[in-house]
């Protein structure tokens, strides 16, 4: 099984400050990660696609980057929407995917 | 609009059976895998296993394999994730997912959740 680990498990941020957030796989997933963002009483909702992709819909201050083992998740200017808890998925060991354990946004 | 309906929430007992539903709409259901993830109290998510309406094709992760049972009714558009014999442990949020597209393995969208209670 792929371990998926993200770090940190909180971060502190302002709004309008500058958020990132990674994502470590124990083995290579080339470019096969997702990013979802989850609100409390909510269902995932998908951010990014194939490491930097951003899904329909989502602002272009979310960015992602990445390959292989090492993975980040940018959000350049935090809103108040923002605050929630991301989690990377893998989908590179087919269907074996793994979610990293989750960073929760929170507001500093 | 692609769209997810799960069924409601449900309160069981430890040893009763349960079956829980995600209705597709707004595409064609029989093409694209339906994933399910559970969500315990205060926990980051877990894929459960994945299926493909057109033949039913499912795959289970290591972890719920014989714990549970995926199926899918082409005829209604609906997936299902079902137990036997629910215990204590099964009480969690549970999502289905669709595959994003077609060859991929992100999901897009989502279910809104189904939550079960399993108390004596």
């Known amino acids: 099984e792929i371990v998926m680990t993200q770090s940190p498990a909180t971060l502190s941020v302002s709004p309008g400050e500058r958020a990132t957030l990674s994502c470590r796989a124990s083995?290579?997933?080339?470019?096969?990660l997702a990013w979802y963002q989850q609100k409390p009483g909510q269902a995932p909702r998908l951010l990014i696609y194939?490491?930097?992709t951003r899904a329909t819909g989502i602002p272009a201050r979310f960015s992602g980057s990445g390959s292989g083992t090492e993975f980040t998740l940018s959000i350049s200017s935090l809103q108040s929407e923002d605050f929630a808890v991301y989690y990377c998925?893998?989908?590179?060991?087919?269907?074996?995917?793994?979610f990293g354990q989750g960073t929760k946004v929170e507001i500093k | 609009e692609v769209q997810l309906v799960q069924s409601g929430a449900e309160v069981k007992k430890p040893g009763e059976s349960l079956k829980i539903s995600c209705k597709g709409s707004g595409y064609t259901f029989t093409s694209y895998w339906i994933g399910w993830v559970r969500q315990m109290p205060g926990k980051g998510l877990e894929w459960m296993g994945i299926i493909y309406p057109g033949d039913s094709d499912t795959r289970y992760s290591p972890s719920f394999q014989g714990q549970v049972t995926i199926s899918a009714d082409k005829s209604l558009s609906t997936a299902y994730l079902q137990w036997s014999s629910l215990k204590a442990s099964d009480s969690a949020m549970y999502y289905c997912?669709?595959?994003?597209?077609?060859?991929?393995?992100?999901?897009?969208?989502w279910g809104q959740g189904t939550l079960v209670t399993v108390s004596s």
């Open positions: 194939g490491a930097s």
């Open positions: 083995q290579s997933v080339s470019s096969n």
């Open positions: 998925q893998q989908y590179n060991n087919w269907p074996l995917w793994t």
């Open positions: 997912g669709r595959q994003g597209a077609a060859g991929s393995w992100w999901f897009d969208p």
